[in-house]
């Protein structure tokens, strides 16, 4: 079995767009406000991202991400919810 690679976390602020590189695995968080910026919303901007397939120069093919959706948020003020129990079950497909 072959070794995994680090993981690759990243953080970029002050944007909305993701990078036409990535490898399979890359995790990045965007936020359009600056690094250390106070965000006044409820729920924060920011967002996370997971690279789903790599990018290919030599072919002009970029990478291609997905955002991970929350089923729920919480503070240090609040207990963490439950989990949901109605979702569906994986299939394959």
Avoid: H
Avoid at 41 to 56: L, Q
């Amino acid at each position: 079995m072959a070794s995994l690679n680090p993981i690759n976390i990243q953080a970029r602020f002050e944007t909305d767009r993701l990078p036409c590189e990535g490898r399979v695995g890359d995790i990045l968080v965007i936020s359009p406000l600056p690094e250390d910026y106070f965000d006044s919303s409820n729920r924060g901007v920011a967002s996370i991202w997971i690279c789903t397939r790599a990018d290919y120069p030599q072919e002009g093919v970029s990478a291609v991400w997905v955002r991970l959706q929350a089923d729920g948020y919480a503070s240090c003020e609040y207990p963490v919810p439950v989990p949901p129990e109605n979702i569906e079950p994986l299939r394959g497909g």
